[in-house]
């Protein structure tokens, strides 16, 4: 899978983000998704052609996979990486509402069409609740999926055709787990840094609409 576009994407949001935001985009690209397309992408290429089972009962084997496995690790981590960057867009769309605006009308309605003011700062809060609560969604869907986050090394499984129940073997069962911790913690940090982000822009605007308020009493 190419990546080109989630890259063009993050490239695009970094330059409207704030500090947070920019260490936000740095975990995203080089501890997700760089580690996804180099590593983990590899570790579970032939999930299905190494999962074994201790009988060779036609179809016992997928029906055991399916059950287990309803879908597969890297194809969900995959989507989330995708959904989680989306309500990044609204930023890149709003700021581009901006500069055509100013265009159309041939003259300068911002002082700058990037900063984070205005209308624009209520869409970068909507982008970053939008991405805590999607990251939150992601992580709970992973353990009700697959019962917690780990990795068994022996599944029993007594689901019809097999004949009765019998042990079927996830490859490299340490290994995955290892990349499992990993993945799931760096999405925990994204949620950390969403929440820091969040919390630091509505304490900026407060203070900024007090002061306001206060230079506005004194006059």
């Known amino acids: 899978m190419s990546w080109a576009f989630l890259r063009d994407l993050l490239s695009g949001v970094n330059k409207y983000s704030t500090g947070i935001g920019r260490i936000w985009v740095a975990v995203v690209f080089m501890f997700r998704l760089l580690v996804y397309a180099a590593a983990a992408e590899n570790i579970w290429k032939h999930e299905r052609d190494e999962f074994e089972c201790n009988i060779k009962q036609p179809g016992c084997e997928n029906v055991c996979f399916d059950h287990f496995f309803p879908v597969s690790h890297i194809r969900l981590w995959a989507l989330q990486l995708i959904i989680v960057s989306t309500p990044s867009l609204l930023v890149v769309f709003h700021v581009a509402y901006r500069e ?93 840094l969403n929440l820091s982000e969040l919390s630091y822009l509505i304490l900026k605007y407060s203070i900024k609409c007090y002061l306001k308020r206060h230079v506005k009493k004194q006059q």
Request: hydrophobic share 40%.
């Open 100 to 192: 055509n605006r100013e265009k159309h009308r041939n003259q300068k309605l911002y002082k700058n069409p990037g900063k984070i003011d205005g209308g624009l700062l209520c869409t970068y809060l909507i982008s970053l609740i939008l991405k805590t609560g999607l990251e939150i969604v992601f992580l709970v869907l992973f353990y009700k999926l697959y019962n917690g986050f780990k990795i068994p090394r022996i599944v029993k499984c007594d689901i019809k055709p097999c004949p009765n129940t019998v042990d079927c073997y996830i490859s490299k069962p340490t290994e995955k787990m290892i990349f499992l911790y990993f993945l799931v913690a760096t999405s925990c940090l994204c949620i950390i």
